[in-house]
Each structure stands twice: as C-alpha cells, then as structure tokens.
C-alpha cells in the first residue's frame, strides 16, 4: 500500500532563513505521481507541484524549490528566504496508477518575523 | 473558472441528525473525491467516482456514511445520523486524469 511520512510535524523558523520540508513515499508501483499542497491558516488546500515518477529534474519557482530523488524515495520541498506568508501546513502526497491520492500528516511551518 | 464549489460552508447541527454536503466539480473534470480533515487523524480520503461511478469507497467510516454523484456536475456526502464524532472539514476535489487535484474551500461541519 502507498504510505507517505512527514516526519516533520512543525518546523519554526526566522523571516528570509531557509527551511526544508521533507518527505519520504513508499510504492510499488513503478509509476506515481507526488504532490505538494500549501494549508494556509484560512483553511483551502493550494496545489503547488506535481512530478511523476519518470521525471527526477529537479524544480525551482521562485522562492521554492523540489528535490526528487528515487533511489532515498524522497521529495523534499525547501523555501528560500522564508516570509511570514509562507506560514502554513504543507502537505505531501502520492498518487500510484488510479487516482487514490494518499496525504502525508503534513508539516506545520511558522515563520516569525 | 469558479473552482470546485462546495456548500454549506459551515453546518452546525444536533447528534442524530441528517446532514448533507454539496459539492460541484470543476466543469470537465471527470474525477470527484470527498476528503475528511481532522487533528488526530489528518486528511482522509473517503470516496472517489470517475465518470459519476463510485471507484473505491474503502475510506467511508461507516453506514452512516454515503455519498452519491447523479451526474457530471453534482454530488453528495450524507451522514445520517450523524455523531459528534463526525465533526470535521469536509473537502471536495476534483480532477481530469493523473494530473493534480483542485480543493474546494471545504464545509466545517460540528455535530453538538
């Protein structure tokens, strides 16, 4: 069965430091595909990345950035120069061949001024 | 585009009643999924259809639980009766083949 762990449950850090959250994918499957979601405090759930199992290139936008690494079955997610704004609880995810998308417990991140 | 749209937002009731959550998919989205969230066990998924078909409806908690889609741009989630203990948010998503899945802004529902 699929299993995503967020070992992280809350990560506190200062304005502009840059912080990594992790996350670790169990599957059997040799297709799937992994998400990250952004929790603000107002509750709706924000899509940010998805990337499938074909493709390890890592991915910057902006502030944010993806490492994909299959041989640790790791996708870890880091903000650069963090802002109060990035405060929320990030979730990760997996998704193998139907569309069974499986959450992590997800990582509480403050960021304080 | 309006996104997944989902009503009530909020729904306070009474132990015992019956409780229905409204959930309109993005317009050519053929997959629907009803997630429950809460602290202690996080986000969960209940249901999922693909083309108005229930697929896998392992996640529902118990009889009390169901959830139907009679066409492409509507379903349900009932709890009936429904039990303090299905206090939660409630979120509908929805999506078009393996690609990621959009949230509506969930119903908060608190059964007293």
């Known amino acids: 069965a699929q299993k995503v762990t967020q070992a992280q449950t809350e990560i506190s850090v200062v304005e502009k430091e840059d912080v990594t959250l992790d996350c670790v994918y169990e599957?059997?499957?040799?297709?799937?595909?992994l998400f990250w979601y952004k929790q603000p405090p107002s509750g709706e759930l924000v899509f940010l990345i998805r990337r499938n199992s074909f493709d390890e290139q890592n991915e910057i936008s902006g502030r944010y950035s993806w490492n994909f690494q299959k041989s640790t079955s790791s996708f870890n997610f880091t903000i650069t120069a963090s802002q109060v704004v990035d405060s929320a609880v990030y979730f990760c995810a997996l998704s193998e061949g139907a569309n069974d998308m499986r959450f992590g417990a997800g990582t509480r991140l403050t960021v304080k001024p | 585009d309006a996104g997944v749209i989902q009503s009530p937002r909020h729904e306070v009731t009474e132990m015992g009643q019956e409780v229905t959550l409204r959930c309109k998919p993005i317009?050519?989205?053929?997959?629907l999924f009803w997630y429950r969230q809460t602290m202690m066990r996080g986000l969960e998924l209940l249901i999922y259809?693909?083309?108005?078909?229930?697929?896998?409806d392992s996640g529902m908690p118990e009889d009390r639980f169901s959830a139907k889609m009679p066409n492409a741009s509507f379903s349900t989630l009932k709890i009936q009766p429904s039990e303090p203990r299905d206090s939660a948010v409630y979120f509908c998503a929805s999506c078009t083949g393996m690609v990621e899945q959009f949230f509506g802004p969930g119903t908060r529902l608190t059964v007293l």
């Open positions: 259809f693909n083309n108005n078909v229930p697929i896998d």
């Open positions: 599957t059997r499957d040799t297709t799937y595909y």
């Open positions: 317009s050519g989205h053929n997959s």
